[in-house]
């Protein structure tokens, strides 16, 4: 007769010993990859939404440009509102087919813990409180999990020249023009906070829109002595170096007098 062969409860004892080690190296090796998994995604859509960020202030920010709009008394008033929280102004933007204007109005701001971007095509003037419901928007979510959203806005400095201080509004009643550059701080749920800092097309020095006018000048305000620094540019005078209706054919801007070559405020005057 053949012997039937046992295991020894030592035998028995390594073998489940063995087991159990292989299922917590497994169980410890799963955890750290799901861990690392879960992290990849944190990192992942926290730069989908710094992406996302980078694209508003590179695409509007930075193609903001002053835009007038008459209020019920028939004032013109610049289309522009800049609050601690929120913004509200002008840009550019590419025109297809038949769409009306190569202008966007846009209001950003934060609501429910998401960082939100409205656009129009039709002006939202900030003066309203209610907005005209003939005028439609569409809405869309820039990033989320932000805890609040904070604007201060670039302005020549009043105490030192050549310098530049940033106000923490920039509200049109004050502010004739647009502000030499905004800055976006982002703070998240987390923590953690990032901010952008972006120079407006319609007071950048290099920029097509321009430059600033006096302090006293009023919108579309056509006076000799604008008209003799237009041409004063045109010829390459004391805009600094700045053409005129050359090749491009637009007009010259105005210099400020005893400031010429400075970057301008284009259809309003400094503070």
């Known amino acids: 007769m053949m012997k039937r062969c046992k295991f020894t ?35 992942t859509d926290r730069l989908k939404q710094y992406m996302a960020i980078d694209n508003l202030m590179d695409t509007h920010i930075r193609n903001m440009v002053p835009f007038v709009w008459a209020d019920e008394e028939g004032t013109e008033r610049l289309v522009f509102d800049g609050e601690e929280n929120r913004i509200l102004f002008t840009t550019l933007r590419r025109s297809y087919g038949d769409t009306p204007g190569a202008l966007l ?29 003939s005028m439609p928007f569409t809405r869309e979510v820039i990033a989320e999990n932000v805890r609040m959203v904070t604007f201060s806005y670039a302005e020549e400095s009043s105490e030192t020249e050549g310098d530049v201080e940033f106000l923490e509004e ?21 923590g953690t906070t990032e901010q952008w800092l972006r120079r407006v097309a319609g007071t950048s020095r290099d920029s097509t829109f321009g430059l600033r ?10 006076s000799t002595e604008d008209d003799e620094n237009a041409g004063e540019a045109a010829s390459g005078g004391t805009s600094g170096g700045r053409s005129g209706s050359g090749a491009s054919g637009r007009p010259a801007a105005p210099v400020q007098p005893g400031r010429s070559g400075r970057p301008g405020r284009p259809g309003g005057g400094g503070r």
């Open 9 to 43: 409860l030592i035998e028995l004892v390594v073998a489940i010993g063995i087991l159990v080690m292989i299922a917590a190296i497994v169980g410890i090796s799963g955890a750290a990859f799901y861990r690392g998994y879960e992290r990849t995604l944190k990192v």
């Open 105 to 133: 109005f846009v209001r950003v701001f934060v609501e429910d813990e998401k960082l939100i971007a409205e656009y129009s095509l039709y002006p939202r003037v900030p003066w309203l409180e209610e907005d005209d419901e």
């Open 170 to 190: 920039y509200r049109e009643e004050e502010n004739v023009s647009l502000p030499l550059a905004i800055l976006m701080k982002v703070e998240f749920t987390d």
């Open 213 to 222: 006018t006096s302090p006293d000048a009023n919108v579309g305000n056509d």
